[in-house]
Protein backbone atom coordinates (compact mmCIF):
# COMPACT_ATOMS: atom_id res chain seq x y z
CA UNK A 1 0.00 0.00 0.00
CA UNK A 2 3.00 2.23 0.79
CA UNK A 3 4.19 2.33 -2.84
CA UNK A 4 0.11 2.68 -3.84
CA UNK A 5 -0.15 5.82 -1.96
CA UNK A 6 3.46 6.99 -2.96
CA UNK A 7 2.44 6.80 -6.36
CA UNK A 8 -0.88 8.40 -6.24
CA UNK A 9 1.07 11.17 -4.74
CA UNK A 10 3.05 11.58 -7.35
CA UNK A 11 0.99 11.85 -10.25
CA UNK A 12 0.69 15.54 -11.83
CA UNK A 13 -2.37 16.89 -14.23
CA UNK A 14 -0.38 18.14 -17.02
CA UNK A 15 0.14 21.42 -17.78
CA UNK A 16 -2.00 23.32 -20.30
CA UNK A 17 0.63 26.15 -20.87
CA UNK A 18 2.88 23.02 -22.75
CA UNK A 19 -0.24 21.86 -25.04
CA UNK A 20 -0.78 25.54 -25.98
CA UNK A 21 3.03 25.64 -27.09
CA UNK A 22 3.16 22.51 -28.85
CA UNK A 23 -0.38 23.83 -30.50
CA UNK A 24 1.37 27.48 -32.10
CA UNK A 25 3.88 25.36 -33.85
CA UNK A 26 1.37 23.18 -35.43
CA UNK A 27 -0.59 25.78 -36.52
CA UNK A 28 2.60 26.93 -38.05
CA UNK A 29 3.35 24.53 -40.43
CA UNK A 30 2.83 24.13 -43.95
CA UNK A 31 -0.87 22.97 -43.82
CA UNK A 32 -4.19 24.77 -43.24
CA UNK A 33 -5.38 24.91 -39.44
CA UNK A 34 -5.93 22.13 -37.88
CA UNK A 35 -6.14 19.56 -41.51
CA UNK A 36 -4.02 16.91 -39.77
CA UNK A 37 -7.17 16.05 -37.31
CA UNK A 38 -6.38 13.93 -34.85
CA UNK A 39 -2.70 13.66 -35.56
CA UNK A 40 -1.91 16.66 -34.28
CA UNK A 41 -3.71 16.14 -31.44
CA UNK A 42 -1.38 13.15 -30.78
CA UNK A 43 1.37 15.82 -30.70
CA UNK A 44 0.04 17.86 -28.66
CA UNK A 45 -0.34 15.64 -26.00
CA UNK A 46 3.05 13.83 -26.48
CA UNK A 47 4.85 17.49 -25.66
CA UNK A 48 2.29 18.06 -22.30
CA UNK A 49 2.36 14.17 -21.02
CA UNK A 50 6.37 14.46 -21.10
CA UNK A 51 6.92 18.35 -21.04
CA UNK A 52 9.60 17.91 -23.71
CA UNK A 53 9.48 20.72 -27.08
CA UNK A 54 10.62 17.53 -28.65
CA UNK A 55 9.75 14.01 -27.00
CA UNK A 56 11.11 10.73 -28.30
CA UNK A 57 9.30 7.48 -29.03
CA UNK A 58 12.87 5.46 -29.41
CA UNK A 59 11.80 2.82 -26.77
CA UNK A 60 8.24 1.61 -26.96
CA UNK A 61 6.93 -1.83 -24.59
CA UNK A 62 3.60 -3.86 -24.38
CA UNK A 63 2.98 -5.00 -21.30
CA UNK A 64 0.92 -8.43 -22.08
CA UNK A 65 -0.35 -9.13 -18.16
CA UNK A 66 -1.68 -13.02 -17.85
CA UNK A 67 -3.87 -14.99 -15.44
CA UNK A 68 -6.29 -16.93 -14.98
CA UNK A 69 -9.91 -17.16 -13.28
CA UNK A 70 -12.34 -19.14 -11.11
CA UNK A 71 -15.35 -18.15 -12.68
CA UNK A 72 -14.68 -20.27 -15.77
CA UNK A 73 -15.93 -22.94 -13.76
CA UNK A 74 -19.46 -21.43 -14.64
CA UNK A 75 -19.38 -21.96 -18.22
CA UNK A 76 -18.98 -18.11 -19.15
CA UNK A 77 -15.95 -19.03 -21.88
CA UNK A 78 -15.93 -20.58 -25.30
CA UNK A 79 -12.35 -22.21 -24.28
CA UNK A 80 -11.09 -24.27 -20.84
CA UNK A 81 -8.34 -22.07 -18.91
CA UNK A 82 -5.43 -24.08 -20.10
CA UNK A 83 -5.82 -22.18 -23.19
CA UNK A 84 -4.20 -19.25 -20.88
CA UNK A 85 -0.70 -21.10 -20.47
CA UNK A 86 -0.63 -22.20 -23.97
CA UNK A 87 -1.33 -18.87 -25.17
CA UNK A 88 1.42 -17.79 -22.52
CA UNK A 89 4.00 -20.26 -24.70
CA UNK A 90 3.05 -19.09 -28.09
CA UNK A 91 4.09 -15.15 -27.14
CA UNK A 92 7.25 -16.82 -26.50
CA UNK A 93 7.32 -18.30 -29.42
CA UNK A 94 6.69 -15.53 -31.08
CA UNK A 95 3.68 -16.48 -33.58
CA UNK A 96 0.97 -15.03 -31.58
CA UNK A 97 -0.89 -11.84 -33.15
CA UNK A 98 0.82 -9.10 -30.39
CA UNK A 99 4.00 -10.75 -31.53
CA UNK A 100 3.74 -9.83 -35.21
CA UNK A 101 2.04 -6.99 -34.37
CA UNK A 102 4.85 -5.39 -32.18
CA UNK A 103 7.31 -5.96 -34.33
CA UNK A 104 5.72 -4.34 -36.73
CA UNK A 105 5.42 -1.05 -34.60
CA UNK A 106 8.75 -1.28 -33.48
CA UNK A 107 8.20 -2.36 -29.80
CA UNK A 108 8.95 -4.93 -27.03
CA UNK A 109 6.54 -7.62 -25.54
CA UNK A 110 6.92 -8.12 -22.00
CA UNK A 111 4.71 -11.28 -20.56
CA UNK A 112 3.78 -10.69 -17.51
CA UNK A 113 2.79 -13.82 -15.43
CA UNK A 114 0.40 -12.06 -12.41
CA UNK A 115 -1.92 -15.03 -11.84
CA UNK A 116 -1.26 -18.24 -13.71
CA UNK A 117 -2.79 -21.05 -12.33
CA UNK A 118 0.44 -23.12 -13.74
CA UNK A 119 3.86 -23.51 -12.53
CA UNK A 120 6.37 -22.88 -15.01
CA UNK A 121 9.12 -24.97 -13.52
CA UNK A 122 11.57 -22.29 -15.35
CA UNK A 123 12.91 -19.37 -13.59
CA UNK A 124 12.02 -15.43 -13.70
CA UNK A 125 13.42 -15.09 -17.30
CA UNK A 126 12.74 -17.66 -20.10
CA UNK A 127 14.36 -15.50 -22.24
CA UNK A 128 17.58 -15.85 -20.67
CA UNK A 129 17.53 -19.63 -19.82
CA UNK A 130 16.29 -20.09 -23.58
CA UNK A 131 14.22 -23.06 -22.66
CA UNK A 132 13.15 -25.38 -25.01
CA UNK A 133 10.06 -24.15 -26.88
CA UNK A 134 10.09 -25.28 -30.61
CA UNK A 135 9.58 -22.83 -32.76
CA UNK A 136 6.17 -22.34 -34.83
CA UNK A 137 8.60 -20.90 -37.95
CA UNK A 138 12.25 -21.81 -39.27
CA UNK A 139 14.13 -18.98 -40.70
CA UNK A 140 12.58 -15.45 -41.45
CA UNK A 141 12.68 -12.50 -39.19
CA UNK A 142 12.04 -12.24 -35.23
CA UNK A 143 14.08 -15.17 -34.19
CA UNK A 144 11.88 -17.92 -34.79
CA UNK A 145 15.25 -20.02 -35.19
CA UNK A 146 15.83 -19.86 -31.39
CA UNK A 147 12.21 -19.92 -30.73
CA UNK A 148 11.45 -16.88 -29.13
CA UNK A 149 11.12 -13.27 -30.99
CA UNK A 150 14.17 -10.90 -30.14
CA UNK A 151 11.11 -8.35 -28.68
CA UNK A 152 9.76 -10.86 -26.16
CA UNK A 153 10.63 -11.59 -22.65
CA UNK A 154 8.80 -13.74 -19.91
CA UNK A 155 8.82 -11.90 -16.67
CA UNK A 156 7.27 -14.05 -13.75
CA UNK A 157 5.55 -11.42 -11.04
CA UNK A 158 2.74 -14.26 -9.87
CA UNK A 159 0.83 -13.35 -7.12
CA UNK A 160 -1.86 -15.32 -7.00
CA UNK A 161 -2.80 -18.96 -8.62
CA UNK A 162 -5.77 -17.65 -10.24
CA UNK A 163 -8.69 -15.99 -8.79
CA UNK A 164 -11.21 -17.31 -6.92
CA UNK A 165 -15.11 -18.25 -8.55
CA UNK A 166 -16.58 -14.61 -7.69
CA UNK A 167 -20.02 -16.60 -8.27
CA UNK A 168 -19.14 -18.03 -4.80
CA UNK A 169 -16.62 -15.80 -3.20
CA UNK A 170 -14.68 -12.41 -3.54
CA UNK A 171 -12.35 -13.07 -6.59
CA UNK A 172 -9.27 -11.64 -4.54
CA UNK A 173 -8.62 -10.32 -1.72
CA UNK A 174 -7.72 -6.42 -1.06
CA UNK A 175 -4.31 -7.32 -0.11
CA UNK A 176 -3.96 -9.61 -3.07
CA UNK A 177 -5.91 -6.89 -5.11
CA UNK A 178 -3.42 -4.12 -4.33
CA UNK A 179 -0.47 -6.18 -4.76
CA UNK A 180 -1.54 -7.08 -8.11
CA UNK A 181 -1.56 -2.84 -8.90
CA UNK A 182 1.55 -2.46 -7.01
CA UNK A 183 3.27 -5.31 -9.54
CA UNK A 184 2.40 -2.99 -12.23
CA UNK A 185 3.74 0.10 -10.19
CA UNK A 186 6.94 -1.53 -10.01
CA UNK A 187 6.62 -2.64 -13.90
CA UNK A 188 6.38 0.89 -14.71
CA UNK A 189 8.71 2.35 -12.33
CA UNK A 190 11.39 -0.56 -13.89
CA UNK A 191 10.86 0.44 -17.37
CA UNK A 192 11.05 4.00 -17.22
CA UNK A 193 14.51 3.97 -15.79
CA UNK A 194 15.20 1.28 -18.66
CA UNK A 195 14.59 4.83 -20.56
CA UNK A 196 11.30 3.43 -22.63
CA UNK A 197 9.16 6.50 -23.85
CA UNK A 198 5.72 5.11 -24.22
CA UNK A 199 3.77 2.06 -22.85
CA UNK A 200 1.25 -0.08 -24.19
CA UNK A 201 -1.10 -2.80 -22.12
CA UNK A 202 -2.08 -6.31 -23.14
CA UNK A 203 -4.18 -8.78 -21.28
CA UNK A 204 -4.05 -12.69 -21.62
CA UNK A 205 -6.68 -14.71 -19.59
CA UNK A 206 -9.34 -17.24 -20.56
CA UNK A 207 -12.42 -15.86 -18.99
CA UNK A 208 -11.63 -12.08 -18.55
CA UNK A 209 -14.42 -10.43 -20.04
CA UNK A 210 -16.21 -12.10 -17.06
CA UNK A 211 -14.82 -10.17 -14.91
CA UNK A 212 -14.49 -7.29 -16.73
CA UNK A 213 -18.10 -6.99 -17.33
CA UNK A 214 -18.73 -7.08 -13.66
CA UNK A 215 -16.73 -4.43 -13.08
CA UNK A 216 -17.84 -2.16 -15.84
CA UNK A 217 -21.28 -2.63 -14.60
CA UNK A 218 -20.01 -1.98 -11.00
CA UNK A 219 -18.37 1.21 -11.78
CA UNK A 220 -20.43 2.83 -14.92
CA UNK A 221 -24.03 2.05 -13.07
CA UNK A 222 -24.80 0.32 -16.18
CA UNK A 223 -26.96 -3.43 -16.38
CA UNK A 224 -24.68 -6.38 -16.02
CA UNK A 225 -26.57 -7.05 -19.61
CA UNK A 226 -26.02 -3.04 -21.01
CA UNK A 227 -21.73 -4.14 -20.86
CA UNK A 228 -21.69 -8.15 -21.54
CA UNK A 229 -20.54 -9.40 -25.16
CA UNK A 230 -19.61 -12.55 -26.23
CA UNK A 231 -16.29 -12.62 -25.45
CA UNK A 232 -14.28 -15.55 -27.42
CA UNK A 233 -17.27 -16.30 -29.28
CA UNK A 234 -19.64 -18.16 -27.06
CA UNK A 235 -23.42 -18.99 -28.06
CA UNK A 236 -26.60 -16.70 -27.02
CA UNK A 237 -27.89 -19.39 -24.33
CA UNK A 238 -23.91 -19.22 -22.89
CA UNK A 239 -24.17 -15.06 -23.00
CA UNK A 240 -27.38 -15.32 -20.99
CA UNK A 241 -25.85 -17.64 -18.79
CA UNK A 242 -23.09 -15.16 -18.18
CA UNK A 243 -25.13 -12.39 -17.55
CA UNK A 244 -26.96 -14.38 -14.76
CA UNK A 245 -23.31 -15.36 -13.19
CA UNK A 246 -22.71 -11.88 -13.51
CA UNK A 247 -25.31 -10.42 -11.61
CA UNK A 248 -25.12 -13.28 -9.12
CA UNK A 249 -21.30 -12.34 -8.47
CA UNK A 250 -22.17 -8.88 -8.26
CA UNK A 251 -25.19 -9.01 -5.37
CA UNK A 252 -23.41 -12.18 -3.60
CA UNK A 253 -20.04 -9.74 -3.03
CA UNK A 254 -21.24 -6.31 -2.98
CA UNK A 255 -18.67 -4.56 -4.63
CA UNK A 256 -18.74 -0.90 -3.72
CA UNK A 257 -18.78 1.36 -6.28
CA UNK A 258 -17.02 3.91 -4.57
CA UNK A 259 -14.01 2.11 -3.69
CA UNK A 260 -12.60 0.80 -7.30
CA UNK A 261 -10.21 -1.43 -5.22
CA UNK A 262 -12.82 -3.09 -3.21
CA UNK A 263 -14.55 -3.98 -7.11
CA UNK A 264 -11.25 -5.45 -8.60
CA UNK A 265 -10.93 -7.45 -5.37
CA UNK A 266 -14.15 -8.68 -5.19
CA UNK A 267 -14.83 -9.61 -9.17
CA UNK A 268 -11.68 -8.70 -10.86
CA UNK A 269 -8.51 -10.20 -12.12
CA UNK A 270 -5.22 -10.50 -11.38
CA UNK A 271 -3.95 -8.96 -15.04
CA UNK A 272 -6.37 -6.19 -14.21
CA UNK A 273 -4.78 -5.04 -11.23
CA UNK A 274 -1.73 -5.56 -13.13
CA UNK A 275 -3.46 -3.37 -15.94
CA UNK A 276 -4.07 -0.81 -13.41
CA UNK A 277 -1.17 -0.50 -11.68
CA UNK A 278 1.13 0.22 -15.11
CA UNK A 279 -1.61 2.96 -15.86
CA UNK A 280 -0.68 4.69 -12.69
CA UNK A 281 2.79 4.23 -12.98
CA UNK A 282 3.05 5.40 -16.15
CA UNK A 283 1.28 8.90 -15.23
CA UNK A 284 3.42 8.92 -12.23
CA UNK A 285 6.81 8.98 -14.49
CA UNK A 286 4.70 11.05 -16.57
CA UNK A 287 4.72 8.09 -19.82
CA UNK A 288 2.07 8.22 -22.45
CA UNK A 289 0.69 4.46 -22.26
CA UNK A 290 -1.51 3.49 -24.79
CA UNK A 291 -4.74 1.10 -23.76
CA UNK A 292 -5.54 -1.67 -25.50
CA UNK A 293 -9.42 -2.83 -25.96
CA UNK A 294 -11.64 -4.00 -23.41
CA UNK A 295 -9.96 -5.94 -20.68
CA UNK A 296 -6.96 -3.56 -20.75
CA UNK A 297 -9.61 -0.55 -20.71
CA UNK A 298 -11.36 -2.00 -17.55
CA UNK A 299 -7.87 -2.14 -15.85
CA UNK A 300 -7.56 1.85 -16.67
CA UNK A 301 -11.12 2.50 -15.50
CA UNK A 302 -9.79 1.12 -12.00
CA UNK A 303 -7.12 3.23 -12.45
CA UNK A 304 -9.01 6.41 -13.14
CA UNK A 305 -11.64 5.61 -10.36
CA UNK A 306 -8.84 6.01 -7.65
CA UNK A 307 -7.15 8.94 -9.73
CA UNK A 308 -8.79 10.52 -12.45
CA UNK A 309 -5.88 12.88 -13.48
CA UNK A 310 -4.06 9.33 -15.04
CA UNK A 311 -6.92 10.30 -18.04
CA UNK A 312 -3.84 12.84 -19.11
CA UNK A 313 -1.71 10.62 -19.96
CA UNK A 314 -4.06 7.85 -21.67
CA UNK A 315 -4.44 6.92 -24.64
CA UNK A 316 -7.41 4.72 -26.03
CA UNK A 317 -6.16 2.30 -28.72
CA UNK A 318 -9.39 1.56 -29.95
CA UNK A 319 -13.08 0.90 -29.83
CA UNK A 320 -13.49 -2.96 -29.67
CA UNK A 321 -16.80 -5.34 -30.48
CA UNK A 322 -17.36 -6.11 -27.15
CA UNK A 323 -20.44 -3.63 -25.81
CA UNK A 324 -18.92 -3.03 -22.69
CA UNK A 325 -15.65 -1.47 -23.79
CA UNK A 326 -17.64 1.51 -25.34
CA UNK A 327 -19.23 2.65 -22.03
CA UNK A 328 -15.95 2.55 -20.25
CA UNK A 329 -14.49 4.71 -22.64
CA UNK A 330 -17.57 7.19 -21.97
CA UNK A 331 -16.94 6.84 -18.42
CA UNK A 332 -13.16 7.71 -18.65
CA UNK A 333 -13.88 9.89 -21.41
CA UNK A 334 -11.61 8.61 -23.85
CA UNK A 335 -11.83 8.60 -27.51
CA UNK A 336 -10.59 5.92 -29.63
CA UNK A 337 -8.15 6.63 -32.05
CA UNK A 338 -9.14 3.03 -34.28
CA UNK A 339 -12.01 1.22 -34.54
CA UNK A 340 -11.54 -1.79 -36.57
CA UNK A 341 -13.74 -4.39 -34.99
CA UNK A 342 -11.05 -5.33 -33.18
CA UNK A 343 -11.49 -8.17 -30.04
CA UNK A 344 -8.54 -9.90 -29.78
CA UNK A 345 -7.10 -8.54 -26.70
CA UNK A 346 -2.98 -9.42 -26.30
CA UNK A 347 -2.17 -5.50 -26.77
CA UNK A 348 -2.91 -6.07 -30.46
CA UNK A 349 -5.07 -2.95 -31.08
CA UNK A 350 -1.77 -0.75 -28.81
CA UNK A 351 0.07 -1.83 -31.33
CA UNK A 352 -1.66 -0.49 -34.38
CA UNK A 353 -2.38 2.98 -32.22
CA UNK A 354 1.64 3.38 -31.33
CA UNK A 355 1.71 3.89 -35.36
CA UNK A 356 -0.28 6.45 -35.36
CA UNK A 357 1.22 8.56 -32.43
CA UNK A 358 3.90 7.87 -33.74
CA UNK A 359 2.74 9.42 -37.03
CA UNK A 360 1.29 12.39 -35.51
CA UNK A 361 4.93 13.04 -33.65
CA UNK A 362 6.89 12.96 -36.72
CA UNK A 363 4.32 15.38 -38.30
CA UNK A 364 5.27 18.12 -35.64
CA UNK A 365 8.77 17.05 -35.65
CA UNK A 366 9.77 16.72 -39.25
CA UNK A 367 7.30 18.84 -41.34
CA UNK A 368 8.38 22.57 -41.81
CA UNK A 369 7.53 25.46 -41.05
CA UNK A 370 5.77 28.10 -43.66
CA UNK A 371 9.11 30.16 -42.43
CA UNK A 372 11.80 27.01 -43.03
CA UNK A 373 9.75 26.34 -46.83
CA UNK A 374 9.46 30.11 -47.69
CA UNK A 375 5.91 29.41 -48.06
CA UNK A 376 3.31 32.51 -47.55
CA UNK A 377 1.28 31.64 -44.22
CA UNK A 378 -1.15 34.40 -45.25
CA UNK A 379 -4.72 33.09 -46.57
CA UNK A 380 -6.36 35.17 -49.34
CA UNK A 381 -9.71 35.39 -50.48
Not at 66 to 71: L, P
Request: proline letters at 4%; glycine letters at 12%.
Amino acid sequence: MDLLNATLKNIKAVNGEWSDMAQKHLDNLTKPLGSLGRLEEFARRLVAMTENKKPMLDKKVIFTFAGDHGVTEEGVSAFPKEVTQQMVLNFLRGGAGINVLARHAGADVIVVDIGVDFDWGLSQDLRANNPPIPPLVKGGKGGFESGLSPYTAFISKKVINGTKNFAKEPAMTRKEAIKCMETGIELANGYAKKGFKLFGTGDMGIGNTTPSSAIAAVLTGRPVSEVTGKGTGITDESLQNKIKVIEKGIELNKPNPEDAIDVLSKVGGAEIGGIAGLILGAASNRIPVVIDGFISTTGALIAYCIEPKVKDYMFAAHNSVEIGHKAILEKIGLEPILDLNLRLGEGTGAALAMLMIEAGLKIYKEMATFGEAGVSSESKN
